[in-house]
């Protein structure tokens, strides 16, 4: 599968969410928080990312596993991170739309469906023994996937029902070294996938993620 058109360039950097970020609570990282009694200040993630996608029946990124539909995106990690972030919200915000330096398909913006929503579910695996590029030209057998992150509810989005997986570099041992990686994005009532969503992504240090696509094997 080829990743559909994007209508905005890809850029990454702190400047390049924020007029989103004007919009939306912002999105800190774990590393270096602090903590004043109930009050948690999060430092931004050096490297952040916008992606814009609504979902329509017979989406080219949706895939089924074990009878469930996931949103499937796949991207290479070159450098070992301190720290990766993950968010969803599904439905965009209003007055939520991309600027400069984000991603956003085709369909985002033709979509009929994009105040729809779900209750969105984030996973994020790596897959193993697959961390060098050339290891990807010489091995099309689909990998085995290690879970490193999981979560349906949030408590500290708006929108509870939205997702969050903050990821940090040898804690509960799970290792963000190079390698190739999935997000996968379904909804957590096992409906069917239909809706806008806005993924964030943030890294530490300020490591690229490859363009994020639809079949590693393009990676």
């Given amino acids: 599968m080829k990743l559909k058109v994007f209508t905005t360039i890809f850029l990454i950097g702190i400047n390049s969410t924020i007029s989103t970020a004007q919009r939306l609570s912002p999105f800190g990282s774990e ?10 200040n999060r430092n931004p993630y050096d490297a952040s990312l916008s992606y814009f996608e609504c979902i329509d029946p017979g989406n080219a990124f949706v895939v089924k596993e074990n009878g469930k539909e996931y949103y499937t995106l796949y991207f290479f990690i070159e450098d ?21 330096g984000h991603l956003a398909t085709e369909d985002f913006y033709n979509s009929k469906n994009k105040s729809k929503g779900f209750n ?11 961390e060098k ?8 057998s689909e990998p085995t996937w290690k879970l490193i992150g999981e979560n349906d509810d949030s408590k500290e989005m708006d929108n509870q029902e939205n997702s969050l997986i903050r990821i940090v570099n040898e804690k509960n041992n799970i290792f963000l070294w190079p ?21 964030q992504t943030g890294t530490i ?10 079949d590693w094997r393009k990676l």
């Fill in 179 to 199: 390698g190739l990686y999935r997000i996968q994005i379904s909804s957590a009532d096992k409906k069917e996938l239909i809706g806008s969503f806005l993924l």
């Fill in 133 to 140: 590029r050339k290891e990807l030209l010489n091995d099309n």
């Fill in 31 to 40: 590393t270096n928080k602090r903590v004043y009694g109930e009050q948690v």
């Fill in 80 to 100: 070992t991170l301190t720290e990766a972030g993950f968010r969803v919200l599904s439905p965009v915000p209003e007055l939520t739309s991309p600027n400069k």
């Fill in 205 to 214: 240090p300020a490591v690229q993620l490859s363009p994020l696509v639809a």
């Fill in 120 to 130: 969105s579910l984030l996973r994020i695996s790596k897959a193993d023994g697959l």
